[in-house]
């Protein structure tokens, strides 16, 4: 929230309202524009969408984008405040065993942010998964005969602290042919390529789309003074949904192998996985090297 408000300081008045959610969208018949309605009623006219509307996205399903698929893990994220500064230095560690994995990141002296991924039941699917009683106790009859410091940073979470959500993801394969827009409606973040966290490349990749996304409308509407807002607006998304298509895609391919290949379930599954990460991916670094270019 602090970034938010950060943001939007330096907008001018009214440009941001929090707190709203599209529930529809449709195109005006005479104007083309969109018209979306939010969750209390509210109709807002836009001249653009840009759907930045999380993995369930309403706009995402508006353009033609296919649903997100369950995966076959879920993540457990959490916080936990020491009273007294923690013994875990500031570096990244990282545990596997089995089916589990969990990782440590301290952010300061006294606070440390951790995430753990495991095989998804079908309680985790119920109103369960919002229970913090059922989170912490599930996470930690995952981490049995993991490090006592490392139990001991799950079971002292605090409740409000604490988060446990099913991995969704959009396939690499639906990318290729999916249609990012309609008229000068598009999308961006999750809502275009919703992957799950095994290459931690989901945030810095809706960064990407912003940089390109903001590049692509400036360089088309500077020619907006001789006419065809809309149409430059289109030349414009459709310049953004090419350049993003291959890249989100790659990394798309990159994390479900990566995924295979922690599948436990399924040895054909780990097998292709593995496969995949090798054969296509020999560096498994070199999507780290990307260059989206300048605004």
Known sequence: ??????????LPVESVYLGCRAVSIVLDPLTSNPLLQLHDGTLIKAKIVIGCDGVNSIISKFVGVNSPKLFSRCATRGFTYYEVAHSFGDKFRFYSSNDVTLGQLPVTDKLVYWFLTRVLTSQDLSDAK????????ASLEAIKGFPEEIVELVKNTEPKALYLTELRYRAPWDLVRAKFRKGTVVVAGDAMHAMCPFISQGGGASLEDA????????????????GGGNRLVEEALDEYVRERRMRVFWLSLQTYFMGLAQDNTSKVKKA??????????GDQRSHTDY???RL
């Open 291 to 293: 260059d989206c270019g």
């Open 272 to 281: 292709l996985g593995i496969a995949g990460l090798i054969l296509v991916f």
């Open 211 to 226: 940089v390109v996304l903001a590049r692509c409308l400036s360089e088309k509407l500077k020619q907006a003074t001789e």
């Open 1 to 10: 929230m602090e970034l938010m408000k950060a943001l939007t300081e330096e």
């Open 130 to 137: 919002k229970d913090p009683t059922y989170i912490t106790k």
